[in-house]
């Protein structure tokens, strides 16, 4: 039997139904093998030598596929037809290799684009070795963003804290989006001034014309500044006589674009689906994968990660099919269009991305499919069945007027479409509107016509900032510039707001402001590696290195060498020079101009102060020079129009206490807060919601958000309290230790408690489903009292205790679990996970009083066994004070 290798589950039951009784069909489940997340995973001393790391659940698969080779004569390694699929199946080779398991047994590497019984059993047919060039790209890419991340990132932690993280590509984006929002808050719009007319001729049709020249010169945007200099226009045009001096008409065309690639699938699903990266990649890969079609699970789209646009000559031939068939024969063009993939490197640059039987059309399978799934099948075949249809047709005209007696010129331009081609099925969508005037006809007229002038219309404008990036068009700027690589771009935008340094508004991407901090920061100490033309040069050698033409390692080499000793100044950088510089990097930001002449760094609260950034443990904010004495902080950024964000506004008094109310902006954000009524009391404070503007804050909001928590009743069945409150994580309610998050704050205030005890059941109900089928109840917890229960998870059986669950070990069936095994293995599980002490230490803490009493009587009695200790052991002070210098050089 013959032992194929594959990434899921779900692929290996397909395949294994293709290729028969013959084969066993294993998933690898992805990566099987990864660098361990600490230090040293990366030796560069060591010739950049790597330390792999097998995860328990990945051990399992591999420990499978080890003892189902031993007894086969074949090994195919058939992951996917990418650098990372080459990878995977060298990772599970390496581990097979050092397990002895591949005694006499021939080891092969296949290939298939689409799982379909045709593509794997031809790929069957064709095996080859494992493609060494790609391997090694593998391991550049993956050292690279290693070193980076492991590397500069500490630095970070230790010179700007509360960041995060950053990375080779990560931190690259981030930039751009950074960038981005300085040209937008650097913008200051202008006004203009456009004038359209419409244009009568002797036969009574009517058409937009708009002024072009004046005075003999060719008109500026900007040549009508304001509504007295259009109105003046508009009164000389209405006193001129115009007639037609040219008219020109030309035939045009427009060819289809190609069949989608990984970026620009992403895009057009953005554009047009709504799709975020990630979520277009999820129903792709659903799609590749297969769906059940006439008792056969079926790929219905060819592999998803790519950045060719070529594809099969089959798949072409079947789309001619398609279009004779469905559209007619004149949406067929009289030769296949061949499209030119833009990769540089050819070995990752496999077919774009079709459908795999394009005659499927996608009303054939719209039954068998989810709504996300059904919208993206239809986009790739349109996509794909349109890139061989027959070009649209145009007619484009021009036509020129002048003033007889005033040297005023008009313009009309129209473009009709004379045959729709390609766009009766599909056209790209757009990132931004434009002002084509495509659809437009124009009249017939010849030169030397007369017209008459009817409406005139001045309109007024003024420039725009340019946009904030969306998915799509960042994807498509991060292509242009050649950072990224097909299968990444939808992991590093996830990354970034992951990490907090980027949030969604209206779907496009507005920096945080500890994105900006950490932008600030490398551009201005690490600038090289957060270059754009630095970062595409580096994909180009990786490109060299999966082509053969450059060596990994030296690569590596000549990469660390510099950036090591880059890394060696910051890190000998004072945390004050480093706000000195982010100070001034991001003055216009953190203190924009005021508007009344005064200095933007005042403290606004004792005058003489100066406002800095400063770093405390959560990250960083703005503070007054006079600390301690002077006490202001606010966040970095300040409120709309300029207002302090936290100028302690009053907003009243409570009417129950007369205590002031004030609306107050920390580190963390704004916050309401009631003042003491006495010494001994404590000022009641409440965070806004995420979504409410300080600026909509009143007296009556406060004293609402200062109710919470709110005692929402008491839980029919357990007679314990549910209160209703505001977290970390939005609105919520409590009950008995379970969290249930509610959608909209105005329910903290409104929720009763059948709504409520509603809401907790469904969590509860949630949280049972993910956890598994109970298998036995095996009592009670004599600690806790809570239930001790044995469940079928989705990798075995398992304990679970409240939040702890224990895996039961293989030598245990199931049916033998008694309550006194389980409750060792939670407890061993907790002392683990840190949640319970070791048992030692427990028993130390209850040592009797009178136990260590004798002792402490006995240290009294022995003064001088104590004066000695320090000077039999004086090197025992060198240790202690190398730590606490080393504690202030990072307190620094």
Known sequence: MDVVIVESPAKAKTINKYLGKGYKVLASYGHVRDLPSKDGSVLPDDDFAMAWDVDAKSQKRLNEIAAAVKDAGRLILATDPDREGEAISWHVLEVLNKKKALKDVEVQR???NAITKKSVTEAMQHPRG?????????????????????????????KLPGSRSAGRVQSVALRLICDRELEIEAFRSQEYWTVETDMKTNAGDVFAARLVSLDGKKLGKFD????????????????????????????AR????????????????????????????????????GVDIDGETTGLITYMRTDGVQIAPEAIAQARTVINNEFGEAYLPDSARIYTSKAKNAQEAHEAIRPTDISRLPKHVAARLDDDQRRLYELVWNRTVASQMESVQLERTTIEMEAADAPIGLRATGSVIVFDGFLRLYQEGRDEPDDAEEGTRLPKVARGDKLGTEKIRPEQHFTEPPPRFTEATLVKRMEELGIGRPSTYASTLQTLRDRDYVRMDQKRFVPQDKGRLVTAFLENFFSRYVEYDFTAALEEKLDKVSAGELDWKELLREFWKDFTGNVAE??????????????????????PDRGDGSDPRACPSCANGKLSLKVGRFGAFVGCSNYPDCKFTRQLTVGAEGEEAAGDRVLGTDPE????????????????????????????????PAKMSAADVDLDTALRLLTLPREVGIHPETGKKITAGLGRFGPFILHDGTY????????????????????????????????????????????????????????????KHGSTNATLPKSTAPEDVTLEAALALIAEKEEKSGKKKPAKKAAAKKEPAEKKAPAKKAAAKKPATKKKAPAKKPAAKKPAAKKSGKATEMAD
């Open 657 to 688: 206490t007369g205590a002031e109310i004030s609306l107050k902006t920390g580190r963390f954000g704004p916050y309401v807060e009631r003042a003491p009524l006495s010494d001994d009391d404590k000022p009641k404070r409440s965070g806004l």
């Open 110 to 112: 296949v290939v298939f």
């Open 570 to 591: 910051a890190s000998e950088l004072r945390i004050t020079e480093v706000l000195d510089r982010l100070n001034d990097a991001l003055a216009p930001h953190v203190f």
């Open 130 to 158: 494992l493609d060494k060039e790609l391997i090694d790209a593998y391991l550049a890419r993956r050292a690279l963003d290693y070193l980076v991340g492991f590397t500069l990132s500490p630095v970070l932690w230790r």
């Open 224 to 251: 009508i500044p304001d509504r007295k200099t259009a109105d003046e226009v508009v009164a000389r045009i209405k006193a001129a006589r115009f007639s037609v001096t040219s008219v020109e008409s030309k035939p």
């Open 254 to 289: 427009r060819n289809p674009n190609p069949p989608f690639t990984t970026s620009t699938l992403q895009q057009e699903a953005s554009r047009k689906l709504g799709f975020s990266a990630s979520r277009t990649m999820q129903v792709a890969q659903r799609l590749y994968e």
């Open 740 to 799: 249930a998050n509610l959608k909209d704050p105005e329910e903290l205030f409104e929720i009763g408690v059948n709504r409520a005890v509603t809401i907790l059941a469904e969590k509860v109900a949630r949280a049972e489903e993910r956890a598994g089928k109970v298998l036995k109840e095996l009592g009670n917890h004599p600690d806790t009292g809570k239930p001790v229960q044995l469940r079928e998870g989705k990798y075995g059986p398992y304990i």
